[in-house]
DNA sequence: CCAGCTTGTAATCATTCGATTACCTCATAG
DNA sequence: CTATGAGGTAATCGAATGATTACAAGCTGG
C-alpha cells in the first residue's frame, strides 16, 4: 500500500501537485488537448476531459488559456503551424530535378508522418468542418489556404496537383476519424480500401483506430 | 401581401400548433435534424434547435425520437440511404460503354446534386470524424464501406478508383464545411481552389457558405 | 526569514441541455 | 354527445459543464 510517489508517468488524480514551469505545462496540456479534441471534437470535448489527460486541474486548463474557445485556437493553429513545418522540410530535402509527381509523393510521406501525432489530423478535421462558428470557422478557413498556398507556390504544384493531394489526404483523414482500422480484420472491403489509400500506413491506421485516449 | 397562409415554411413560435400526420412531422423533423446537425455536429447541436427549426415543441422531438442519439443515427441512415439511391441511379442511367472515368464523373454529377440538401453531406461528414464514439463510429463505419462496396462492385469501378472518386468526394465535403465559399470574393487561392474542386459548382459552393440555418 | 510572485487546487456558481411528467386539444367512431 | 386515442406543449428536473473566486504551497531575491 505504498501511497506514495509514481511521479513520472500517469498523474494522479487530486493529489496535491507535481511541479513545473509554466511553459513546459502549456506545452503539456496543449498535447492532451489536441488528443482530446481529435477524439471527441470541439463541442463534444470538455475542458475537464481534457484536464484529467493532462493531469491538472479543471481551473487550470480554463484559466491559462482563458477559455475553451481559445485553447481550441491555439491548438489548431499549432496544428496548422506542425502541418506547414513538416512539408516546409519535405520540400527541402526534396532532390533538384524531382517531378511534380514526385514532390506530392514525398510531401505526402511527411504527411503520413503526422499521423502518428495522435490527435493533431483529426483536431484539423473537427475544425474544417465547423465553418459555421465564426472564430473557429474563419481560422479553419485561413489555416486551409494557407496549406493550399504553400503547396501551390513552394512545392510547386499545379492548382490541380494540390486539389489531388488534399484530396488524398482529406480520405486518409477521413479513415483515422472512422476509425477504419478496427473493421480491417472483419472485413474485406476495409482491408482492400485502407491497403488502397494509404498501402504503407496499414498498420499505424490499426494502431490508431485501436488506441484509447484516456 | 397575403397574410394567410405559408404553412410550409417558417413555423411559428410558441403559438398553438399547426396540426399533421405523424409520419409527415417525423419527415419534417429529419429534414431539420439534418440541417442542425450538418451545422454543428452532433454533441453541437441540441434538441431545442432542432426543434425550433422544425417548428416543434423540444419535448416531441425527444420522444419521438427516443433521445438525441437514436435522432442522429436516424439522420445518419437516411443520409446514407439518399446517397446510395443518388448513386445506383447514376449508374442505372449511364450508357452501355461507358468507361471507368465517364462512369465515376456521371456519378460525382449525382453527387454533385447532393449538395444542395442543405446538411446531408455536413451529416456525413460529422459522423465519419466521430469513429471514437461506439454506436455512431460504428454506423458510420459500416455506412462508409456499404458506399464503397456499392461503387466498387455495381459501378464497377476498380478499388483505385473508388478511392480517387472518394477523395474527391471528402475534399469536397471538406470545402463545404469550412465554408470556403466565403472567401471566394476576398482571397484568389480560394477562388482557384473552390474552381478546381468543383467547377461546375463554384456557384452553389458559394451559396451554401452563405446561408444560415435558422 | 520573509515578502512576493508563480504554480496550482478546492469549492462553488450559473447555464445549458436532454429528458421526464403531466396535461391540453383536436379529430373521429359509436 | 362523449369516449378515446393521437398529436402536441408547458413546466420542470437533474446532471454536466465552463467559468469564477478564494485560497494553498513552493520558489527566490533581499
Redesign the interface.
Known amino acids: 500500500m505504498t501511497p506514495r510517489s509514481a511521479p513520472t508517468a500517469t498523474p494522479k488524480a487530486g493529489d496535491p501537485a507535481p511541479r513545473m514551469r509554466a511553459e513546459d505545462r502549456r506545452e503539456l496540456v496543449l498535447r492532451a488537448a489536441t488528443r482530446v479534441f481529435g477524439?471527441?471534437?470541439?463541442?463534444?470535448a470538455t475542458t475537464d476531459a481534457i484536464a484529467k489527460a493532462a493531469g491538472v486541474s479543471q481551473p487550470y486548463v480554463v484559466r491559462m488559456f482563458d477559455g475553451k474557445e481559445a485553447l481550441f485556437l491555439e491548438v489548431l493553429g499549432r496544428a496548422l503551424e506542425r502541418v506547414s513545418a513538416s512539408f516546409r522540410q519535405a520540400i527541402a530535402e526534396l532532390p533538384p530535378g524531382a517531378s511534380p509527381l514526385d514532390r506530392a509523393h514525398c510531401i505526402g510521406a511527411a504527411y503520413g508522418e503526422l499521423l502518428s501525432d495522435r490527435g493533431l489530423l483529426?483536431s484539423l478535421?473537427?475544425a474544417?468542418?465547423?465553418?459555421?462558428d465564426p472564430e473557429i470557422?474563419a481560422a479553419?478557413?485561413s489555416g486551409?489556404?494557407q496549406i493550399?498556398?504553400l503547396l501551390?507556390d513552394e512545392a510547386g504544384l499545379s492548382?490541380?496537383e494540390?486539389?489531388?493531394f488534399?484530396?488524398?489526404g482529406?480520405?486518409l483523414?477521413?479513415l483515422?476519424?472512422?476509425?477504419?482500422g478496427?473493421?480491417v480484420d472483419d472485413?474485406p472491403?476495409?482491408a482492400?480500401?485502407v491497403?488502397?489509400?494509404a498501402p504503407t500506413k496499414h498498420a499505424l491506421l490499426v494502431q490508431l483506430?485501436k488506441a484509447r485516449?484516456v
Chains 1, 2 share one sequence.
Open positions: 477524439e471527441r471534437g470541439y463541442h463534444g483529426l478535421m473537427h474544417f468542418v465547423a465553418g459555421a470557422g479553419a478557413r486551409f489556404l493550399y498556398r501551390r492548382p490541380d494540390v486539389t489531388g488534399l484530396a488524398e482529406m480520405l483523414n477521413t483515422v476519424g472512422l476509425r477504419m478496427l473493421e472485413d472491403a476495409a482492400e480500401l491497403q488502397h489509400v483506430a485516449t
